[in-house]
Structure formats: structure tokens, C-alpha cells
């Protein structure tokens, strides 16, 4: 059984500095002392401040969790995955916020660069300080064209992952995603939203309650990882 006792936060806003240039960021920090922290970014459009990422945000930030989510446009995925690194890097040597171990999240091609971010950390980096991946609408392939699957990085990753994903989403079908999870070496749980494409829009339901469902599962995965920890 799970505490679902809501908290306040207090949000915090930051530039993170990347290469020559700095990232905005905003932190949602409970009013607790802190444990774990999820750092969420967004797709190839939209920035941090893209609705869900701010009602997933909030939702684990009243429940305990510090929250970063950060913007960097671009469609380069390299850039992408740098600018991810940084965030990291940020929040591991951080005085401030002194975080036990984080969980990498990330919407469409912000869950790429996240996913890319975990598959690359060296076994030397053994401090355990990433617990998770959280892919939200993980673009597993280009519609329409299935035979060209972005799969590697899954393949690489050791620690656990959530993928939240629409059973029609165009861009992740979804027979392709359960087969490359079957595959997968790292410990996984794919959570179907039903009939919801890509943005996670489905007919006639509210865009708040599809936000709904989605955070009361991605908090309880977490919830489910930080508490074998204990």
C-alpha cells in the first residue's frame, strides 16, 4: 500500500549550463526532505512547459517526488541527448539538492534522448544514482514505416523501464513494441493507453483524465522501484 498523503512544493526556476549556452528548467521540490528526483522533457515540438509534462510533474511532486523538466529545442537527436547529459550531470553534483537517485523521463524524442542518456551510463558509474526510464509515447518507428525500428538503445539498457504508449499510436505500433520489449534485457512494463494516438488524444475522453490515468501509473511504477530500495 502506497502513501497517497499530497504535499506542497515550491518551484524553483534554473538555467542549467550546457556547453556555452544555458538550459531553462523549472524544479518542482516537495517540501520534504528529498529522496528521489524525475527529470522530463519533451518531444520534437512544445517545450517544457507542454501540459502533461506539467500535470505529470506536479502530480509526482505532491506525492514526494522532486521534479525537473527542462527545454531543448531541436530536432537533432545528438544535441538532444547532450543537452540531457547536462541535466544529469546537474543533478548528480548538485549541493542543493541532494537526490538519493533519479529517473530519466521524456516524451516522444525526449524519451529517446533519455533512453540513449541511461544506455550509455559506464558500469563504472555503479553508484546507482539512475534508477529508471520512463518512455512516454516512444517513438519506436517513422509512420508508416515499420521495417525501420529505433530499438538499439532499449536493447542496452540495464535498468528498469516504463514505456507508456497509445494502442494507436503511429508512431510505436503495437505488436512492434511488445516484441522489442520481450527482447529487452532490462527488467520492463508497457502500460497501453487504449485507442490513443501519438499525443495521447483519444475520442471521447478528456485530455485530463487520459493525463490521469497515465500519472497514477507512472507514479506507482516508481513508487513500486523506491520501495524495494528501502
Known sequence: CYS???MSHTEVKLKIPFGNKLLDAVCLVPNKSLTYGIILTHGASGDMNLPHLMSLASHLASHGFFCLRFT????NIVH??????SVLNYLKTSGEYKLA???LGGRSMGSRAAASVICHIEPDDADDFVR???CISY???HPKQQH????EDLYRIKDPVLFVSGSADEMCEKNL????AQKMQAPNKIHWIEKANHSMAVKGRSTNDVFKEINTQILFWIQEITEMDK
Open 4 to 6: 497517497t498523503v499530497k
Open 72 to 75: 531543448c529545442k531541436g530536432l
Open 80 to 85: 538532444r541527448i547532450k543537452a540531457y547529459k
Open 101 to 103: 537517485g533519479v529517473f
Open 132 to 134: 529508471g526510464l520512463i
Open 139 to 141: 517513438p519506436l518507428h
Open 148 to 151: 525501420k525500428l529505433r530499438d
Open 177 to 180: 513494441l511488445e516484441k522489442v
